[in-house]
T-cell receptor
Framework: GQNIDQPTEMTATEGAIVQINCTYQTSGFNGLFWYQQHAGEAPTFLSYNVLDGLEEKGRFSSFLSRSKGYSYLLLKELQMKDSASYLCAVLDSNYQLIWGAGTKLIIKP | NAGVTQTPKFRVLKTGQSMTLLCAQD?????MYWYRQDPGMGLRLIHYSVGEGTTAKGEVPDGYNVSRLKKQNFLLGLESAAPSQTSVYFCASSLTSGGAETQYFGPGTRLLVL
């Protein structure tokens, strides 16, 4: 079967750095996405990785290792508005997105 | 440019009742999707469409039907609602499928089936 694992919940302090991990086992791989979802709202796109390595976009970076089936999302200089769920999703061999359950990130002052 | 909109935002149904959820997008996207999101689980694909007049089953299609008569609209129908269909339903669209194609989501419809 297809499986994506992420921690259920993480807590971090405002101004700090947090790394959210995602491991996956899917039938094929055509890229990995990270989405942000604030409570009661729609998911919004954060990043896309298809090749190994780090993609940086402002305070957010995403890393991929295809051989390990592993990705992480790195958030720097945390702000209160970063409190949200972060969803990892893999595009499988049929070009369908397989979603993890999401990681709820709680930011404390 | 409204993006992706969904109607209604919230609905309460009794078991056995029927309803239709409407999704509309104004980005001229070819692909549209219906997902459900339940606590502790990832988004699950119900049905999707790769263009006007075409639909296909996703991971959890049972109990749902869809239609895409116009490119901008994607309807999700529940013919006989069951409590197991209590969920948050999200519609999404993308220009195409594959690669770095981002899916854009609507605000969601919260459905409670009693």
């Amino acid at each position: 079967g297809q499986n994506i694992d992420q921690p259920t919940e993480m807590t971090a302090t405002e101004g700090a750095i947090v790394q959210i991990n995602c491991t996956y086992q899917t039938s094929g791989f055509n890229g990995l996405f990270w989405y942000q979802q604030h409570a009661g709202e729609a998911p919004t796109f954060l990043s896309y990785n298809v090749l190994d390595g780090l993609e940086e976009k402002g305070r957010f970076s995403s890393f991929l290792s295809r051989s390990k089936g592993y990705s992480y999302l790195l958030l720097k200089e945390l702000q209160m508005k970063d409190s949200a769920s972060y969803l990892c999703a893999v595009l499988d061999s049929n070009y369908q997105l397989i979603w993890g359950a999401g990681t709820k990130l709680i930011i404390k002052p | 440019n409204a993006g992706v909109t969904q109607t209604p935002k919230f609905r309460v149904l009794k078991t056995g009742q029927s309803m239709t959820l409407l999704c509309a997008q104004d980005m001229n996207h070819e692909y549209m999707y219906w997902y459900r999101q339940d606590p502790g689980m990832g988004l699950r694909l119900i049905h999707y469409s790769v263009g006007e007049g075409t639909t296909a089953k996703g991971e959890v299609p049972d109990g749902y039907n869809v239609s895409r008569l116009k490119k901008q609209n994607f309807l999700l129908g529940l013919e006989s609602a069951a409590p197991s269909q209590t969920s948050v339903y999200f519609c999404a669209s993308s220009l195409t499928s594959g690669g770095a194609e981002t899916q854009y989501f609507g605000p969601g419809t919260r459905l409670l089936v009693l």
